[in-house]
């Protein structure tokens, strides 16, 4: 390249980022500050999961040793701190669990409604549901927990139309109940033959 041609080179550089340059830094300045962004919400991301692990596993100690204490503290801390992770749907059901066996009902009632409040993934929404529902029915609360199981997703179906039936027919509702356990036994896969067979007795206890 002779001098003259990298002169006119040059020259049309700098015309260029004369014209282009304020823009073409604050492109680069707001991708780097993505890309930061990014990264640093990817390493907040793994860090509270880390974290939940740890006060997952230990509530899974206190379980198993029948800790009720341990057990609604590492819920509690979870619910509060790591409440957007995967984990703290994953305790609230345990939770529940062993605390309704440790006969904390009210204690079992409040992880079910955390999880049916806030978990993020509908599956352990609607098993949360089925619990709580199953809890009302003992206290016969039946239209609260007729009102837990509108619009369950298609792979629910099934379980929350027997689990319906129970609550209407605790209620005295036999023609609805039978309706609810027939749509049961339509929705239930023929492989679950224990399920069906339940809600076949069941059906067939109402009469008619």
């Known amino acids: 390249m002779s001098y003259h041609d990298e002169q006119e080179s040059v020259e049309s550089l700098k015309a260029w980022w004369a014209q282009w340059g304020n823009a073409t830094t604050w492109i680069v300045l707001v991708a780097l500050v993505a890309a930061a962004g990014w990264n640093g919400w990817n390493y907040w991301q793994r860090h509270q999961a880390a974290e939940a692990a740890v006060l997952y596993d230990q509530l899974q100690q206190a379980t198993a040793g029948g800790d009720k204490a341990t057990i609604t503290r590492v819920a509690t801390d979870m619910e509060d701190k790591f409440g957007g992770t995967a984990y703290a749907q994953m305790t609230a059901l345990a939770a529940a669990k062993a605390l309704y066996t440790a006969g904390d009902e009210p204690g079992a009632k409040a992880q079910l409604q955390w999880a049916i409040d806030h978990a993020k993934d509908d599956e352990f929404k609607q098993i949360a549901k089925l619990r709580l529902a199953s809890l009302l029915l003992d206290e016969k609360a039946y239209d609260a927990g007729l009102a837990l199981l509108n619009d369950p997703s298609d792979a629910f179906k ?24 027939k749509l049961a036994l339509d929705s239930l896969p023929k492989s679950d033959a224990s399920a069906r067979q339940l809600v076949q007795f069941k059906l067939d206890a109402l009469g008619g």
């Open 158 to 181: 099934g379980v929350v139309a027997d689990r319906r039936g129970d609550l209407l027919a605790a209620q005295g509702k036999r023609d609805d109940a039978r309706a609810a356990y």
